[in-house]
């Protein structure tokens, strides 16, 4: 069965630093990976995903993840963070088999202070 | 295009009554998902469909959940009874699939903050 793990309920950055956002993934198959966003009382909003080719994906906003297989990672990251990125951020997966079936991590709590 | 539309918003209602919430995809889309999001339990896949069709319901609850959807623009989720436990923000999203066979991003509603007295 697939599985998605985020192991940080919330993360802590200054305005301007950078920040990552951690995800593993457990899939039998090639995954297909997302990371969405929300933000109070919204839905979620799609950011970035990977399919195949390039490890780095760059999506909205200025945030990028890289696809690590060896270690099964899809770390969500930004160079410089913005007071308005606090939000609500989930990394998702789905594989070929059942493509549509995309499956959501706990979701992990972006503060970035002024 | 106006988004996917959820309705109601909020609805507060006696355990042991029955709930319909409602849902419209963007027009062209032909998936639909229903998910429901807690504290304890974070965001589940309840169903999807594809062309109207279910192709997944394993994570429906149990049988007091059903969802359906007549046609390509309107999908119901009904709870009957509900209970104090079904109390959550139930979202609807709709995808384009795409030529490679996977689903594109998904588009979500604001949501139906269901609650359970």
């Known amino acids: 069965a697939q599985s998605v793990a985020q192991p940080e309920d919330q993360v802590n950055v200054a305005e301007g630093n950078p920040l990552t956002v951690k995800c593993t993934y457990s899939?039998?198959?090639?995954?297909?990976l997302f990371w969405y966003v929300q933000y109070p009382n919204r839905g979620l909003q799609f950011l970035l995903k990977?399919?195949?080719?390039?490890?780095l994906v760059k999506g909205s906003y200025g945030f990028e993840a890289e696809f690590n297989k060896s270690q099964t990672s899809f770390h969500l990251k930004k160079p410089s963070a913005l007071v308005s990125d606090s939000a609500l951020y989930f990394c998702a997966v789905s594989v070929y088999s059942s493509a549509s079936k995309i499956i959501f991590g706990s979701g992990t709590r972006l503060s970035i202070r002024p | 295009d106006a988004g996917v539309i959820q309705s109601p918003r909020h609805e507060v209602t006696e355990m042991g009554q029955e709930v319909t919430l409602r849902c419209k995809p963007i027009s062209g889309h032909d998936y639909l998902f229903w998910y429901r999001q807690t504290m304890m339990r974070g965001l589940e896949l309840l169903i999807y469909?594809?062309?109207?069709?279910?192709?997944?319901d394993s994570g429906m609850p149990e049988d007091r959940f059903s969802a359906k959807m007549p046609n390509a623009s309107f999908s119901t989720l009904k709870i009957q009874p509900s209970e104090p436990r079904d109390s959550a923000v139930y979202f609807c999203?709709?995808?384009?699939?795409?030529?490679?066979?996977?689903?594109?991003?998904?588009?979500f509603g604001e949501g139906s903050r269901l609650t359970v007295l």
């Open positions: 990977y399919i195949t080719g390039d490890n």
């Open positions: 899939v039998s198959g090639n995954p297909y």
């Open positions: 469909f594809n062309n109207n069709v279910p192709i997944d």
């Open positions: 999203a709709s995808s384009l699939g795409t030529a490679g066979g996977e689903t594109g991003e998904l588009f």
